[in-house]
């Protein structure tokens, strides 16, 4: 029932899917980073319905990117960006850690999250546009299927399964990361998640979760797809190196910085070995 009861909680937390009111106390606390990789999943099935749609009814390359950039600040509300935009306002002021916290925790916008997010939303919609350009104008072909590798419908499903991996791996990382990089404080809703997780259990789950994900890039792309499990690799030693130095440790808005990061990356990859 607990276990129930945490999932609940995570979807709660990091979608805007309604749920019922649900306590937050010690078991309940327990299992909830154990399930942020099924709240990418989620993330993940909402894209995959846009790109059926899109494909299906002829949509341009324009609006399937932009509405590929929109799904996911539906589907969670923003909380991932939220953190992205507030930990690149931090980074980018070159401040002593303590008014990096400070500027974390500021909710005014500063330049820098504005410079920030232009930057990243631009960046994402290229790549998503490139994407569809490629595989796009190819109306009901989803639905009709294609024989032979290689086939413009073989692409599409490519695509689709890649979207559920990439949204699913940068929140199994974001958990692995969790479990295995010290908090920056002894306070804050990522700090509450912690203190009652196994941590040794929680990063054991993360990696089998992520090793699973590059084993789909790797079958898709066989030996190229080898740069699915070297981009994670050098995100997270990035993350680890950039939280302690900067920050002192992780918190919620710099784990919401590596999802963004993250699935940002995967994407870009996917450009280039879909080429």
């Known amino acids: 029932m607990n276990f129930l009861k945490s999932i609940g909680l995570a979807i709660s937390m990091y979608t805007k899917i309604p749920m019922p009111k649900l306590e937050m106390n010690n078991a309940t606390l327990k299992y909830c980073l154990y399930f942020l990789p099924l709240t990418g999943l989620i993330v993940g099935i909402t894209e995959v319905a846009w790109l059926i749609i899109s494909v299906t009814l002829g949509f341009s390359p324009v609006l399937f990117g932009a509405g590929a950039c929109a799904v996911p600040f539906f589907v969670t ?15 980018n002021s070159h401040a002593e850690v303590k008014k990096k916290h400070y500027i974390l925790n500021d909710p005014h916008v500063g330049a820098f999250s504005v410079i920030s997010s232009i930057i990243y939303i631009l960046m994402m919609f290229a790549v998503l546009y490139e994407i569809y350009s490629m595989i796009g104008g190819l109306q009901g072909l989803w639905i009709i299927g294609a024989d032979g590798p290689g086939e413009p419908a073989d692409r599409l499903r490519d695509f ?40 040794k259990y929680l990063a054991l789950v993360s990696l089998i979760v992520i090793i699973l994900c590059c084993a789909e890039a790797i079958k898709m792309f066989g030996w190229s797809g080898f740069a699915f499990p070297a981009g994670i690799f050098v995100v997270y030693l990035y993350f680890r190196i950039m939280a302690i130095h900067q ?5 919620g808005d710099l ?6 990061v993250t699935e940002l990356l995967l994407l870009i990859i996917f450009l280039f070995l879909f080429r």
């Open 247 to 251: 920050f002192g440790g992780i918190s």
């Open 77 to 91: 509300g923003g909380i991932h960006l939220d953190g992205y935009l507030d930990t690149s306002d931090a980074l």
């Open 160 to 199: 689709a399964v890649y979207l559920l991996v990439i949204f699913i791996a940068s929140r199994a990382l974001t958990a692995l990361s969790a479990a295995s990089i010290r908090t920056s404080k002894k306070e804050g809703m990522l700090y509450t998640f912690v203190i009652f997780t196994n941590r």
């Open 255 to 260: 784990c919401g910085w590596l999802i963004q």
